[in-house]
């Protein structure tokens, strides 16, 4: 009996809520996942993160394979003991990684050869290593190793990386399968904590209940998409379906057409997951075209540097404007920042550079994204999606 499962409650067109369920508890879809690259949300604490209402989280496998190493991860109790979250977690297999770091890494058939930003050590990166890592760290979603490339690129390369891709999934199938059957191999001991009866060598080999998602690739190329969802859908019965190779580069436009393209032939009785998006009208509109879950880095980051999202757009907290302004940053936000703080008490901390301000300001922008998918869940169920989502893109872009 899998402990993973998804019903959809209520759909209007494409626009889907459901909830999926994992062996740490239920996520309510549409849903952002705050990312904690390192195991952590940065400059945020697990409380923090819970108060903006995400369920969901994210962590990097290729980052924690680096930093401290996955071994001693799983040593210290798996992901969810290691970072104190309760909740679902996912790890991303570092495929963006490989993309966004070229100069370091040669991409070949057997994986990839990188050498570490941090300290020049070369690595074999394959699908087989993958799993292995994602395996030891324990979230309870995992994705497969596969091959990034730029938005914009030609029908060649991206046919390449798909097809890699693709290839690359039935590695990762065979070795998810293999510690599934036979177990993760014999770990590190650390010595145990007073008072503690620590679990047995046998029963720490195996692995906890974890899905497997493929990736969706072929760049902005229509047909390659829907090769890559045939090519999927043809190789096993997968959780959950991930949409990967979008907002790297490609126009918005662009995006949307090949969501609306893989939409159609993606299982509607699966969660769908939309990677490394997260601006708040490409949410919106990712929503109207049938994603569930989503990440991105971009809230929490554009808030420590001082940018903060509101119903009419982006603003900017150093902006003069706010000197004087003894308003709230958004009125009916319940985050730290806008009930008890004001803009102008905002902008002084970052005119004085003070940590306090780019820590509000990313709480405040996780808590936005997390509660606009909420609201848009609110509005699929009680049949008004199609109307809010208009009017609310309608004020931001007009904003």
């Known amino acids: 009996m899998t402990p993973f499962a998804f019903r959809t409650d209520a759909t209007l067109g494409a626009a889907r809520a459901g909830v999926f369920s994992t062996p740490h508890g239920d996520l ?75 100069k370091y890494r040669k991409v070949r058939e057997s994986g990839v050869e990188f050498r570490s930003h941090l300290d020049g050590t070369m690595y074999d990166y394959t699908p087989e290593r993958v799993m292995q890592i994602e395996r030891n760290l324990g979230a309870d979603v995992i994705m497969q190793l596969d091959e990034l490339i730029a938005g914009g690129s030609e029908e060649a390369a991206a046919r390449s990386a798909m097809e890699r891709s693709l290839r690359w999934l039935d590695r990762c199938q065979v070795e998810f399968d293999r510690i599934t059957r036979d177990g993760r191999e014999p770990g590190l001991v650390l010595p145990p904590l007073e008072g503690r009866v620590e679990p047995h060598p046998d029963d720490e080999r195996v692995a906890p209940p974890q899905a497997l998602f493929p990736i969706v690739q072929g760049g902005v190329h229509d047909e390659l998409r829907r090769a890559s969802v045939r090519g999927i859908l043809a190789s096993g019965d997968w959780v959950g379906v991930a949409i990967g190779g979008l907002s790297v580069g490609e126009s918005k436009p ?146």
């Open 28 to 102: 309510q879809t549409p849903a952002f996942m705050p990312v904690g690259t390192h195991g952590v949300v940065r400059s945020l604490s697990v409380h923090d993160v819970a108060a903006t209402g995400g369920r969901m989280m994210l962590s990097n496998a290729y980052h924690l394979f680096l930093r401290p190493g996955d071994p001693m991860v799983r040593a210290l109790g798996g992901l969810h003991a290691f970072t104190r979250w309760n909740g679902p977690m996912l790890t991303d297999s570092g495929g963006f990684q490989v993309f966004s770091l070229a």
């Open 254 to 399: 662009d995006m949307h057409r090949t969501i609306e393209v893989c939409e159609p032939l993606m299982p509607a009785d699966r969660p769908r997951y939309l990677m490394g998006v997260g601006f708040p009208d490409d949410l919106v509109e990712a929503v109207r075209r049938g994603i569930d879950m989503f990440d991105c880095v971009a809230p929490n980051r554009m808030g420590r540097d001082g940018t903060a999202f509101t119903p009419d757009g982006k603003a900017q907290i150093l902006q003069a404007a706010y000197r004087t302004d003894r308003r709230p940053l958004v009125a009916d936000c319940a985050c730290e920042a806008c009930t008890q703080y004001d803009r102008a008490f905002l902008r002084h901390m970052f005119s004085a550079n003070e940590p306090l301000g780019q820590r509000l300001l990313a709480i405040h922008n996780v808590t936005f994204v997390v509660e606009l998918m909420a609201a848009a869940r609110r509005a699929i169920v009680d049949g008004s999606f199609a109307q809010w989502s208009m009017d609310w893109l309608r004020r931001y872009h007009g904003g």
